[in-house]
């Protein structure tokens, strides 16, 4: 397996890119890298580096995208970029997948267009993991499409159903539409029809209905379902309390000598909630529903955070995503066996 790696994206790369894709070799022994970039910048770090260097083949280019650059601009002007070159060798069959921690809106506009959208899927999708008190829970989208219609929620669906059966290992997902209530008559137009559709599809696993927000966290479905208005302010959402309450407990603790000591004794306990709640550990976006593999990487990353995103890419390519996904989108138009028993 290759993956390709935006070296120029981030914001500390290429070093951040480097170095973790040293920790990701370590864990992945048999997959190689395509890296783009400016290689007299690449180059002194994987010098450093003989093992992931032995695998690794630089592509050499100077120009790159910036996180200022509009999706629009990036897509004309940055053909030569780093970027776009480490997307190009998906679509040509050098790499399995690629992955890059730069501009967000650029990375899914450039993928689009060269990789284009798998057959029935009207527009790509942005999914991530959360943290839940069941363990993890997918949800989709989280910002690649502001306004959604019925179709493009039924998508999602179809797409967050795949993923979670082919990489998460689920084998009967959960999944339901967020929305503002539980009963069947809450919600705008678009949920409705999403809802009609989901509730005779012929998908995986079973379709709860309406979830609210704090089915999050609950982890009451598997995947969540969302227009990218609602995910992406959920996701900064669950980012920014997860911030709040670490620095909540740091004062707690320093508050007081006595406060410190409680600290001391609850250390153990202290590191693995820190472990648990480490968003490095569900650092890799998923852009689902293109014919290709792309995981875009939290830009303030560090090494460990890149080197989990590129083991996202790395297990959406050996579990096969995107052939699972264009089999459920062949399906979805079949007849569900609910609806055949009726018929019959």
Known sequence: MTIALDAM????????VIRGASIARERYPEVDFLIFGRESEIGPHLDKLADLKAVSTVVHTDDMVSSEDKPSVALRAGRGSSMRLAIN????????????????????AMAKFVLKTLPG???????????TLRGETLMLDLGANVVCDGRNLVDFAVM???????????????????NVGSEEMKGHEALQEASAVLREANLPGHFV????????????VDVVITDGFTGNI???????????????????????????????LARSAMRKLRKRL???????????????????????????GFANA??????????????KTRADFANLTQPSPKAQAVNG
């Open 278 to 304: 480490d968003p490095r550990r569900y650092n890799g976006a998923i852009f689902l529903g293109l014919n290709g593999i792309t995981v875009k990487s939290h830009g303030g990353t560090d090494a460990l």
């Open 89 to 108: 060798s998906v679509r040509e069959g050098k790499a399995d997948g690629v992955v890059s921690a730069g501009n967000t809106g650029a990375l899914m």
């Open 209 to 220: 209905g309406f979830v609210e927000g704090d089915d999050i966290a609950k982890g009451s």
């Open 121 to 131: 899927v009207d527009r790509p999708a942005i999914a991530a993991f959360f943290p």
């Open 160 to 178: 967050g159903n795949a993923f979670a059966r082919c990489v998460v290992g689920v084998l009967q997902p959960t999944y339901g539409l967020l």
């Open 9 to 16: 994206g981030g914001d500390a790369a290429p070093g951040m």
């Open 234 to 264: 959920a996701l900064k959402t669950a980012e920014g309390t997860a911030s709040l309450i670490s620095e909540y407990m740091r004062r707690t603790f320093k508050s007081s000598l006595l406060a410190g000591l409680g600290y001391l």
């Open 310 to 323: 590129i083991g996202v890419a790395i297990d959406m390519k050996k579990y096969g995503i995107v052939e």
